[in-house]
């Protein structure tokens, strides 16, 4: 939150973004819906994006990164992986 200045569309959407819940009982796919719609709004870098996401994954598929062999250490690849780890359930 922009506390000394104008309060924009921009920040609006990056509080947005890191607010979106990752829900057990909805697929991934819906998340990352939401997720690149804010994506597309605000100018961060894929490392803050990455940060985004491996903070907010359920903690089912987060132990599972540890056995894959994939790369996820660009926001592309974490996305990927997360993806086809929610479909293996």
Avoid at 29 to 49: A, G, H, M, P
Avoid at 68 to 86: P, W, Y
């Amino acid at each position: 939150m922009n506390v000394f200045s104008p309060y924009t569309l921009e920040d609006n959407d990056k509080d947005t973004i890191i607010a979106i819940p990752f829900l057990y009982d909805r697929k991934t796919v819906t998340y990352f819906i939401q997720f690149v719609k804010y994506k597309n709004r605000i100018r961060w870098e894929d490392c803050s994006l990455w940060k985004v996401i491996k903070n907010t994954i359920l903690e089912r598929i987060s132990e599972e990164l540890y056995f894959r062999k994939e790369n996820i250490s660009t926001f592309e690849g974490l996305k990927r992986v997360v993806l086809k780890i929610d479909s293996d359930y």
